[in-house]
């Protein structure tokens, strides 16, 4: 994130719930639940284009996202996706 960050682009990265520093609940760790969380968080703040990336299951949160939300096609983010077939 600092690479773009220095390069005047604004990064944001979620803590998804269960991970790193949100609570622990027992409920709502599920794909569905992230991408609601995920979609909250850009209508939030007010996001109108966006780029989004994610490692491992952040980039299956990401495409669980974009396929149970309904966008303009002002409004369809990009998707980034790193992947370890990037790298072989």
Not at 69 to 85: Q, Y
Request: aromatic share 8%.
């Amino acid at each position: 994130m600092v690479f773009p960050g220095v390069h005047g682009y604004r990064c944001i990265a979620d803590d998804r719930r269960g991970d790193c520093r949100s609570g622990q609940p027992w409920n709502g760790n599920e794909m569905n639940i992230y991408a609601d969380d995920l979609s909250a968080l850009v209508e939030k703040l007010d996001l109108k284009t966006a780029i989004h990336v994610g490692h491992s299951m952040g980039g299956r949160e990401v495409a669980r996202y974009i396929v149970r939300a309904s966008f303009t096609k002002e409004r369809m983010p990009h998707v980034l996706e790193e992947s370890e077939a990037l790298y072989r």
